[in-house]
Nanobody
């Protein structure tokens, strides 16, 4: 069993930045994946960015210029630095954990067994 706790959400004006933090505990896999997903109101959940094995990163194509990942506390932590925020980035952000995944599966939410409660990000114009 893996427990995930997210922090760092909140409200920000358009053009601003946020750092979301995720901490995993419990039976985490040595080479597992930690990934951020988001779900905007009325839309499906989508992968944002994540890291597997502490090294292999995956970032949604359209977000690559605005997202930075880091693991300040080692393999069981994942910070997502998100800049240039727009109202379209508003939504619930979730941290998820899985065993090792191949590159083509890392942003697929169906591959993740463990999820945090989610944290709200609201961007105002």
């Amino acid at each position: 069993q893996v427990t995930l706790v997210e922090s760092g959400g909140g409200s920000v004006k358009s053009g601003g930045s946020l750092t979301l933090s995720c901490t995993a505990s419990g039976d985490t896999a040595y080479d597992g994946c930690l990934t951020w997903f988001r779900q905007a109101p009325g839309k499906e959940r989508e992968g944002v960015a994540g890291i597997c094995g502490g090294y292999y990163t995956s970032i949604r194509d359209l977000l690559q210029a605005r997202v930075t990942l880091s693991q300040p506390g080692g393999k069981d932590t994942l910070d997502l630095r998100f800049s240039g925020l727009t109202p379209e980035d508003t939504g619930m952000y979730f941290c998820a954990a899985s065993e090792w995944l191949s590159k083509d599966r890392r942003l697929d939410d169906n591959q993740y067994a463990y999820w945090g409660q989610g944290i709200q990000v609201t961007v105002s114009s």
